[in-house]
């Protein structure tokens, strides 16, 4: 079977054919091959290669050794770099994740035979005709997920297999075969070996994926997230167990996809497992978040929780200045990024429904400012006006002001803001 090349692949080829010329085996493996066998969009072109990497770096100008000990060299060609492998072996696993050492090999298929699944276990030559020793073209038309060779020693040998394999299930909407599920389920706990920084970017790469629903339903299912290096704490476990047992879990996160952002997913799933702030904050630390995303993320589940609160105290006008006050606590961007999440979790529909998010967006767009330097007026204006000494009263008195102007009920103009001020004396 021949491919047609995408321009990524293409830009690659005279480094395929530079190999070639100097008598060395050289194929695309990797996911670049998977994707193309799919017709989906490529990010990355990996190349594999009977030549020895001190031999890469005598064809080459411009090298990095990026992996030399594992035998990979980036090869730099029209400013894009490509990483270039030799054909391997690998030894037994330190720490169920990284090799020992690996033993270089002339043969393709043996190269292939190390790789996790079948769909990433083939190989496009120069020419486009696609090598498949183990028959991923065929998994991959069945939507099957399967291990190469025996799925026990694959996860064995790399715990962070079993993450990828529930991430592809998502992001290709694959099966995984019953050798291979079941081997996951009986070594989930070597994902204790995993450093949570990796953990965290395979399930970010889930969450962020087509179809983020389905890889959490099996990421759930398959019990992973309760064997990691650092557990999370017993409130989020709690739940994970409950969406575990229960046949709504995955009802309840159908429209994930709709959410453009993954931290707004991330958002939208503390919300929708009715996680507290506290457990959501440890969850991140857990996962390695960086302050700015965990600030997001947090923002989204404390305006949550002042509004169910709100929408049960309040109405009318006391629950359009709680709105607008949380809008100038935490930025208008913040807000309208909430009502998305809302949008998208149907038991949101409860407190929320459509009408409700239809007005709060309605006020929200009618804001005439939502911060302090849009005020007219300033601490040392007000302060002179009132004939006060600065104190906490100042702070209190404009963010008073910035309230009725931002609810359309005071005109910001400069007398008009210090005229209400005189009016708090």
């Not at 169920?96 to 043996?110: A, D, Q």
């Not at 299930?169 to 204790?192: E, Q």
């Not at 923002?299 to 949550?304: F, P």
């Not at 998208?344 to 929320?352: N, Q």
Request: with cysteine; aromatic share 8%; proline share 3%.
């Amino acid at each position: 079977m021949r491919l047609a090349f995408s321009d990524l692949i293409l830009s690659a080829l005279p480094i395929v054919n530079r190999l070639r010329e100097h008598h060395f085996e050289a194929f695309f493996v990797g996911g670049a091959v998977r994707d193309t066998v799919l017709g989906l969009p490529i990010k990355d072109v990996d190349i594999a290669t009977s030549a020895r990497p001190e031999q890469v770096l005598e064809l080459f100008e411009h090298c990095i050794p990026t992996g030399l000990q594992h035998g990979t060299i980036t090869v730099i060609n029209n400013d894009i770099g490509y990483e270039v492998t030799t054909f391997r072996l690998e030894s037994a696993y330190e720490d169920h994740r990284k090799p020992e050492s690996v033993l270089y090999i002339t043969e393709l298929e043996g190269d292939l035979l190390r790789r996790d699944f079948t769909m990433n276990a083939m190989a496009l030559a120069a020419d486009g005709v696609l090598h498949d020793p183990y028959g991923g073209m065929a998994d991959l038309r069945s939507n099957r997920l399967r291990s190469v060779g025996d799925p026990n020693a694959r996860f064995q040998e790399d715990a962070l297999r079993m993450l990828r394999a529930v991430r592809f299930i998502g992001v290709y909407r694959l099966i995984p075969t019953y050798r291979t599920w079941r081997a996951l389920r009986k070594h989930r706990a070597l994902l204790a070996f995993i450093a949570m920084e990796r953990v965290q970017a395979e399930l970010d790469k889930m969450l962020s994926g087509g179809s983020p629903q389905r890889a959490l339903h099996f990421a759930v299912a398959s019990g992973l997230l309760l064997h990691l290096k650092e557990p999370f704490c017993d409130e989020a476990e709690m739940a994970i167990r409950q969406a575990e047992k229960s046949d709504g879990a995955a009802e309840r996160f159908a429209r994930l996809h709709e959410l453009a952002a993954a931290d707004l997913r991330w958002a939208a799933l503390a919300i929708g497992l009715d996680l507290t702030v506290d457990a959501v904050q440890q969850v991140m630390k857990v996962l390695r978040f960086s302050n700015s995303r965990s600030k997001l993320i947090l923002s989204m589940v404390e305006i949550h929780r002042d509004m169910v609160k709100g929408v049960t105290e309040a109405s009318g006008r006391e629950l359009r200045v709680k709105w607008l006050s949380l809008a100038i606590r935490y930025g208008k961007q913040e807000l309208t990024e909430w009502l998305d999440v809302m949008r998208v979790l149907p038991e949101a529909k409860l407190s929320f429904p459509d009408s409700l998010l239809t007005q709060l967006n309605e006020w929200l767009e009618q804001m005439v400012i939502s911060k302090l330097k849009q005020l007219s007026v300033n601490g040392k204006e007000l302060t002179s006006h009132m004939e006060k000494q600065a104190g906490p009263w100042v702070s209190e008195y404009l963010n008073q002001l910035l309230l009725l102007v931002a609810a359309g009920e005071l005109e910001n103009e400069k007398s008009a803001l210090l005229g209400q001020a005189s009016l708090w004396k």
